[in-house]
């Protein structure tokens, strides 16, 4: 199956800070990439879809200064935390998708384990 | 109701049994269907696709119901590495794709 990259695999860092997290496809384009974030024991939570070359879409209840995201290419989309609070500590997982079809598989990113002191 | 609803579980089944779980989902213009497995602390892995006619993978066979809206996995002489989380995924006309909360699944010596 396709490959999907993220960076870094685990982050700790100071309240306050700003954190940068890369999501790349490896061996295909994709043309949709989402972030999804999940806490201990939950449901993976759709935080925003992103298109290359446009806007990101946020779910309802994600703020979307607080949460940059930016698809800048067809392999590339990266999410940044900005002002990081002990809250946002979470499994932060990315997905691809190749076409824009309903049947078309995304696949997952390794995930980025945030912890925020 | 929750756009897609999985009883959380956890199954708890011997080796070899063969154990089903269920999916529903409220949206009946929603238009693929795949089941996922998540291991502890890992990302989600695709299992398979869900089709209109089913399919089968091996032990595993995936069903689809429109009419009652719902889709099933079925996996036959579980083995111990079938323990994980299998999450239901269902994309809608919009296509995002919206997740289960996931089933638990432990297979016990």
């Known amino acids: 199956g396709a490959v999907v990259s993220q960076h870094p695999s685990w982050v700790i860092c100071k309240s306050g800070t700003s954190v940068k997290i890369e999501c790349r496809s490896l061996?295909?384009?994709?043309?949709?990439m989402f972030w999804y974030r999940q806490f201990p024991k939950q449901s993976l939570m759709l935080m925003a879809t992103s298109n290359e070359g446009s806007k990101a879409t946020y779910e309802q209840g994600v703020e979307k200064d607080k949460f940059l995201i930016n698809h800048a290419s067809l392999t590339l989309s990266t999410l940044t935390v900005t002002s990081a609070h002990p809250e946002d500590s979470s499994f932060y997982i990315c997905?691809?998708?190749?076409?824009?079809?309903?049947?078309?598989?995304?696949?997952f990113g390794p995930g980025t384990r945030l912890t925020v002191l | 109701r929750k756009e897609v609803e999985q009883d959380p579980g956890p199954f708890n089944v011997p080796e070899g049994a063969t154990v089903a779980f269920n999916c529903t989902y409220s949206?009946?213009?929603?238009?693929?269907f795949f089941w996922y497995r998540q291991d502890c602390r890992k990302e989600p892995k695709l299992l398979m696709s869900?089709?209109?006619s089913g399919n089968e993978d091996g032990r595993f066979t995936a069903q689809l119901n429109r009419a009652s809206q719902y889709i099933s996995l079925l996996i036959r002489d579980s083995k111990l590495s079938d323990s994980a989380t299998y999450l239901c995924v269902v994309n809608g006309g919009s296509y995002i794709p919206t997740f289960g909360r996931g089933t638990s699944l432990i297979v016990h010596p």
């Open positions: 869900v089709y209109s």
């Open positions: 061996d295909f384009q994709a043309t949709t």
């Open positions: 949206n009946s213009a929603s238009q693929s």
């Open positions: 997905s691809a998708r190749e076409g824009t079809t309903t049947t078309d598989t995304q696949y």
